[in-house]
């Protein structure tokens, strides 16, 4: 549901010096120090002063975080009107703010926040100017998941980068901080202060549905020292870096969107595995940790998700790891949090746990009453909520949204999608892609004895802002490289006469590349790669998500892994392949057996090279 087309967005690009001026009279009178606008940052004094003269309702709403549908914060498109309507019953980003006074807005494309960059930014500075001209008006923290690799909310044509599992077989602190620090950039230009990023989970399960290619990889001092890196990055250009999924979601088979996963490490393994990356990040001074709709029996046995527990939040992450940052939940809409209490009392509970940021509540009018109501009864006492949203405004005053709330479309133009960006992208994807099988030195191929290059196999749907399908995507590559590729797309489950279809295309080839998407022990993109080898034509299977694809390929004579099927990762595979560059990417994963997963076929750093 991503549209990537302009049109007016019913706010002015950047207001006026008046405009600016008036809407901030009220917290600039609270805030600033005598001398000029880019004075230090308020103090602890100031902003508890700001926080003594919130009413209780505004209190509450400061803890929110909420979604909400349009490209533009007072005249969204009339389909958005009436899915807020539906969701929030507002209709637009200026009447939620007016109503529940929430803390903070998070974007998604799906709900149409994220068409460009102008937009973007003007969608950003009408949200700020409906929040600040209102009574006691503070700024609002705007964030997204812009992970990069296959979780990412604002695409081309900003800069889009590999994934994190792509990042851990490149190894490169140094990629990782450059990575941070140029998306940082890129989404401070257009209003976006709180990126849900980096995964922090060490992904040492290959049946993990929901971390997978999003964490840096299984070996939790590498995944440490490029969490680190990837923070200081992203801080660095002014953006609070997450550090997600506290206290650890890499060694799960279920999905917490939909289930409830339970991890079973006893807390020597939670504390020699999972844990590094979040000390890690906190020693790198993390901004916000987001937690976890899991269950650890080892680290709290009460049966609650780990968003919900004292013990874990409280005792473990804010007493013994010494983090007194944001706390922020994962999406309330998730099932793991809510399949043992109702809608109603996950947002205190979480609240009595320790977090301070209450993410995408399913109905936000029940939580803000829920939360409201727990204060009035007793449950919660006022100054549990004035401690979060002290930690909330020290954040806000951090990140400069007191001094300057605003961005201009200059900005967004000198930052970016810039030439310089994109191309630093290019060259960290060269440093990602691992080559796992190259009999008799297939590769790279040779454009002379292989011109005809057929690219088939599973198109799923694109990533957010980036071109698709990857079998187009690859053939573009290709032809640019100088061989004549064709697409055929086979799909993820392909049938019989698709199979047979792709057969006969392969015979009018010199070669065949396969993009294979996570590859089981019945899939029929198994029996498409084998039938495809045994044409004669030679085979390049590409791993376009998981590298496990490989242990269910044994008859393809060459295979590699991309991490994911977005265009930067895609065309670093198609330059591995012609030989423009050679495959540098090492194994962040153990890929182990197919026909005995408790032996590793392929260790962790393994990959070859030309």
Known sequence: MHDTGTGSTGNTAQPSRRTVLAATAGVTAALAAAGPAHAAAPDDGRLRALVSRMTLEEKVGQLFVMRVYGHSATAPDQADIDANLKEIGVRTAAELLAKYRVGGIIYFAWAHNTREPHQVADLSNGIQKASLELPRGLPVLISTDQEHGIVTRVGKPATLFPGAMAVGAGGSRSDARTLGRIAGAELRAMGIRQDYSPVADVNVNPANPVIGVRSFGAD???????????????????????????????????????????????????????????????????????????????????????????????????????????????????????????????????????VDQLLNPPDLDLAWNAVLTAVREGELTEARLDASILRVLRLKSKLGLFRSPYVGHGGVDRTVGTRAHLAAADRIAERTTTLLVNEGRLLPLSRRRYPRVLVVGADPASPSGTTGPPTGVLAGALSELGFTATALSTGTAPSAATIAKAVAAAREADAVVAATYNVTAGSAQKTLVEQLVATGRPVVAVAIRNPYDVAQLPSAPACLAAYSWTDVELRSAARVIAGRVKPRGKLPVPVQRADDPEQVLYPVGYGLSY
């Open 220 to 354: 939790p001092r590498a995944v440490s020292a490029l969490v680190a890196a990837e923070v200081a990055g992203y801080q660095g250009s002014g953006v609070a870096a997450t550090a997600k999924h506290f206290p650890g979601h890499g060694d799960t088979n279920v999905d917490s969107h939909t289930g409830f996963p339970t991890i079973t490490h006893s807390r020597e393994l939670w504390e020699k595995l999972d844990a590094p990356p979040f000390k890690a990040a906190i020693a790198a001074g993390i901004d916000s940790i987001m937690t976890a709709h899991l269950m650890v029996p080892a680290l709290d046995d009460s049966g609650d998700p780990a968003t919900l527990s004292r013990p874990i939040l409280t005792g473990i992450l804010r007493e013994r790891l010494g983090y007194d940052g944001v706390v922020v939940t994962d999406s309330l809409g998730m099932e793991g949090v809510r399949s043992k209490y109702g809608d109603a009392r996950v947002p205190v509970l979480a609240l009595k746990a320790g």
